[in-house]
């Protein structure tokens, strides 16, 4: 299982990282830079290595660390709302855009909703966003919490930012999908249960007619290319989110091609990389992914510390010294 773990948030980091050269081209554009084929491998974008990764997995990385920091909470005082030190969690990220290098691209909706001085939630939405911002980044929640408690911390960590159903629900259905992985489930399996779900939220059609589509197009003959192109670009979360099973689905067995299906199209193609990147991390474990890849990721071995953490806390039941309190 532990390497479930290592899968999901290493995996959302490298599919994230293969991306990030190509986000804001189109298809075409891509093929004539990197060949007919697309991107294959890490290249640099802008002034980073080959290998960097974006804003998408800094704020994945968020909620990992502030759902680790509840639990320590919790245990210490028997009261913690989970969101709201995911909510802290990423104050700090705001912060840390100050610093150049550690601005990667960042989404317009989050540095607003963060800068707003207060915390949308899904009863009280900040915004009206159904930008994939929320959905890009809540696959570590489901590895936090069980079956039936995960589709809904996600949501309310996509909501923190993203107040649209689309936004939010989107983020829950992701989380859920990863806990009911992380504990054996099939793809198919945990499909189906996160679907249930969904059905229970209002707003819930949008997203729940682009998981249909993707579902169905996943079992077709028509090309990858045409089949990512009916289900969107991935700019909004209900977008994302069906790429990427859509992705998920077609190369269950297969990450290095899932991965790089959810990359070459015409969108946010870092975003739907990570989300991809995380469900079959979760689902094939990190021993899916290609060597060369986990070695020269951007911050390798503290993801995997993380995802450790994880594993040992949420999984295993351990409490952290205080000397091996989050160095991250």
């Not at 190509?22 to 294959?40: A, C, N, P, S, T």
């Not at 890490?42 to 704020?59: A, E, H, I, K, V």
């Not at 969101?83 to 969690?89: C, E, I, K, W």
């Given at each position: 299982?532990?390497?479930?773990y290592?899968?999901?948030?290493?995996?959302?980091?490298?599919?994230?990282?293969?991306?990030a050269p190509?986000?804001?081209?189109?298809?075409?554009?891509?093929?004539?830079?990197?060949?007919?084929?697309?991107?294959?491998e890490?290249?640099?974008?802008?002034?980073?290595?080959?290998?960097?990764?974006?804003?998408?997995?800094?704020?994945s990385?968020a909620?990992?660390?502030?759902?680790?920091?509840a639990?320590?909470?919790?245990?210490?005082?028997?009261?913690?709302?989970?969101?709201?030190?995911?909510?802290?969690?990423?104050?700090?990220?705001?912060?840390?855009?100050?610093?150049?290098?550690?601005r990667r691209?960042?989404g317009?909706?989050?540095?607003n909703?963060?800068?707003?001085g207060?915390?949308?939630?899904?009863?009280?939405g900040?915004?009206?966003?159904?930008?994939?911002?929320?959905?890009?980044?809540t696959?570590?929640?489901g590895?936090?919490?069980p079956?039936?408690?995960?589709f809904?911390?996600?949501?309310?960590?996509?909501?923190?930012?993203?107040?649209?159903p689309?936004?939010?629900?989107?983020?829950?259905f992701?989380?859920?999908m990863?806990?009911?992985?992380?504990?054996?489930?099939?793809l198919?399996?945990a499909?189906?249960?996160?679907?249930?779900?969904?059905a229970?939220?209002d707003?819930?059609?949008?997203?729940?007619?682009?998981?249909?589509?993707?579902?169905?197009?996943s079992?077709?003959?028509?090309s990858?290319?045409?089949?990512i192109?009916?289900?969107?670009?991935?700019?909004?979360g209900?977008?994302?989110?069906?790429?990427s099973?859509?992705?998920s689905?077609?190369?269950?067995?297969?990450?290095?091609?899932?991965?790089?299906?959810?990359?070459?199209?015409?969108g946010d193609?870092d975003?739907?990389?990570?989300?991809t990147?995380?469900?079959?991390?979760?689902?094939?474990g990190?021993?899916?992914?290609?060597d060369?890849?986990v070695?020269?990721?951007?911050?390798?071995?503290k993801?995997q510390?993380?995802?450790?953490?994880?594993?040992?806390?949420?999984?295993?039941?351990?409490d952290?010294?205080?000397d091996?309190y989050?160095?991250?």
């Open positions: 299982m532990i390497n479930k290592r899968g999901c948030l290493l995996g959302l980091a490298i599919g994230d990282a293969l991306g190509v986000e804001f081209l189109k298809l075409g554009e891509i093929k004539r830079r990197y060949g007919k084929d697309g991107i294959r890490f290249r640099q974008w802008g002034s980073l290595r080959p290998g960097s990764y974006t804003d998408d997995t800094q704020m990385l909620p990992a660390v502030g759902c680790i920091r639990c320590q909470r919790w245990k210490e005082t028997g009261v913690c709302d989970p969101a709201s030190l995911v909510y802290q969690r990423y104050l700090e990220w705001l912060e840390s855009q100050n610093d150049p290098y550690q691209a960042p317009s909706t989050c540095l909703a963060l800068r707003n207060h915390m949308g939630t899904v009863e009280k900040i915004n009206d966003s159904k930008g994939c911002g929320g959905v890009m980044r696959a570590p929640v590895l936090a919490f079956p039936g408690k995960a809904q911390q996600g949501a309310e960590c996509a909501a923190i930012t993203h107040g649209h689309c936004g939010y629900l989107s983020a829950g992701l989380s859920e990863i806990s009911r992985i992380s504990e054996g489930a099939t198919e399996k499909i189906n249960a996160s679907i249930e779900l969904l229970t939220y707003g819930h059609r949008e997203t729940l007619e682009k998981i249909e589509l993707a579902r169905s197009l079992t077709s003959s028509t990858v290319e045409e089949c192109q009916a289900i969107g670009e991935g700019w909004v209900e977008e994302a989110l069906g790429i099973l859509y992705c689905l077609k190369f269950s067995d297969n990450w290095e091609e899932g991965v790089l299906s959810a990359i070459n199209h015409s193609s975003s739907t990389g990570s989300i990147g995380a469900i079959l991390g979760t689902l094939l990190i021993g899916s992914i290609p060369r890849w070695k020269d990721v951007e911050e390798s071995e993801i510390k993380i995802a450790h953490d994880m594993f040992r806390i949420f999984k295993k039941g351990e952290l010294s205080r091996e989050p160095p991250y």
